[in-house]
């Protein structure tokens, strides 16, 4: 069965997991987690099928004027001309294939929004992640809504206010076929990140979709 078809199969009864929606209350923020929105078959083939079939790739990105590898795979796809850029890296988007128009439906089906791309991060091990950073580009507008769905290896996710130093850092675990949703003024006053670990993990794949202005 297709990814497309999955969608079909289920659009009238909804979800076949039972989905648990966590609303943080962190000041400046508007973060929803929601556990199992996707189901753990749609999980295991999904990511299957991301693996083998995006278009991965290591890129140098500059940080404080020097070139480091970013210590994960990458990949952008989304609507023609929708360009994104951040640290110094300028990223042009690959045509969406099936399983991601899948996922992207599946989400803007949730939170009544169109989104324009996606990008994608493989964590291959615990050595993989994410620094401390917001997503305030320009180009995605004054108050980002950001998508951020996870598949394979459970990882921990952070959280930090930029500017109040009382607010202690939040910690949450981003599981298979969760959805995590930004919204409102969470990027300019916080900021997240995926940290390394030495535990032996397994690979994990994060989509973050996102509006492009």
């Not at 400046?28 to 199992?36: F, G, Q, R, S």
């Not at 994410?130 to 809504?145: F, Q, R, Y």
Request: hydrophobic share 35%; aromatic share 12%.
């Amino acid at each position: 069965m297709t990814m497309m078809n999955l969608f079909e199969s289920e659009n009238s009864q909804n979800f076949t997991s039972s989905p648990k929606t966590t609303k943080y209350d962190l000041p400046d923020a508007d973060v929803t987690l929601i556990e199992n929105f996707f189901t753990t078959q749609e999980s295991s083939d999904l990511i299957t099928n991301l693996i083998n079939d995006i278009a991965w790739q290591q890129h140098a990105i500059t940080i404080f004027g020097k070139k480091i590898n970013q210590p994960r795979l990458t990949a952008f796809y989304g609507d023609q001309n929708k360009i994104y850029s951040y640290s110094r890296l300028v990223m042009n988007p690959m045509p969406w294939n099936e399983d991601l128009l899948f996922i992207k439906s599946r989400i803007e089906s949730y939170i009544n929004i169109k989104f324009t791309s996606v990008l994608l991060n493989y964590y291959r091990n615990g050595n993989d992640s994410m620094g401390w950073h917001a997503d305030d580009e320009k180009e995605l507008g004054i108050n980002p809504v950001i998508g951020s769905v996870s598949f394979g290896q459970t990882r921990t996710f952070q959280l930090k206010h930029i500017k109040r130093k009382d607010i202690k850092k939040v910690d949450m675990s981003l599981s298979n076929g969760s959805l995590l949703l930004m919204k409102g003024t969470t990027q300019h006053f916080w900021q997240h990140q995926i940290p390394k670990t030495s535990k032996f993990l397994d690979a994990r794949i994060n989509l973050t979709f996102r509006v492009i202005q």
